[in-house]
């Protein structure tokens, strides 16, 4: 059911995008589609975190730094001992989907 939501969603932000090109769409209402339409996060365990950085490849230390954050926060998201951040999680979830290239 969540694969045809996500559908539905870019069909419909598909639509209003080419309506907003159009003029017949304002900037504030396009910005409400595209808020409405953004990926949902997913909680990450610590085992997804791992998951994802030995997917990468990396060491911590390297997968820190293409996150921006210390070595500690990858070891401690790691172990269960601290969560990401909201903003670590965006860019869990962009590597995950997309690759550690997209936020090199």
Same mark, same amino acid.
């Given at each position: *059911?969540?694969?045809n939501t996500d559908n539905? &969603?870019?069909v419909v932000h598909e639509t209003a995008k080419g309506l907003h090109e159009a003029g017949v769409m304002d900037k504030?209402? *396009?910005r409400d589609f595209d808020a409405?339409? &953004?990926h949902p996060l997913k909680a990450y365990r610590p085992e997804d975190i791992r998951q994802i950085r030995m997917q990468c490849q990396v060491s911590q230390s390297v997968f820190a730094a293409y996150l921006n954050v210390s070595k500690t926060a990858v070891v401690s998201w790691e172990s269960g001992k601290k969560k990401p951040s909201p903003t670590?999680?965006?860019l869990l979830?962009?590597?995950?989907r997309?690759?550690?290239?997209?936020?090199?």
């Open positions: *059911m969540k694969h539905i &969603l870019s504030m209402t *396009m409405v339409c &953004l670590a999680v965006k979830d962009i590597i995950e997309k690759g550690l290239d997209s936020v090199a």
